[in-house]
């Protein structure tokens, strides 16, 4: 399951990567970046915010993979407080990512 989230989370970066110039080129070495995520989520069950940050660790792998992040290590990129967002429907449910520039 892992594996296929990063492969989905990769293609989905690539699809808006190459489908116009509004996300900006990251570069190595260039920049500090802030990831944050929203997740997304139907229903009245109760979910552990952490939790969910540790399960996107493939989508942001996937990210890196196409090109959308320049790495994910702590010389390159740092976290905002990821939160939870409540949905009507399963089709409204996903994650928000926000990619930030930082001095």
């Known amino acids: 399951m892992t594996k296929q989230y990063r492969t989905a989370a990769h293609l989905v970066g690539t699809v808006f990567r190459c489908q116009g110039d509004w996300i900006p080129p990251i570069y190595y070495g260039v920049g500090r970046y802030r990831l944050t995520e929203t997740y997304r989520i139907a229903g009245k069950r109760q979910h552990d915010v ?54």
Do not use: M
């Open 50 to 103: 952490r939790n969910l940050f540790a399960a996107f660790k493939a989508g942001e792998d996937g990210l890196v993979d196409a090109g959308i992040l320049p790495g994910d290590d702590d010389s390159v990129l740092l976290h905002g407080s990821p939160s939870i967002e409540r949905v009507k429907t399963k089709a409204e449910e996903g994650v928000l990512v926000e990619i930030e520039e930082i001095a």
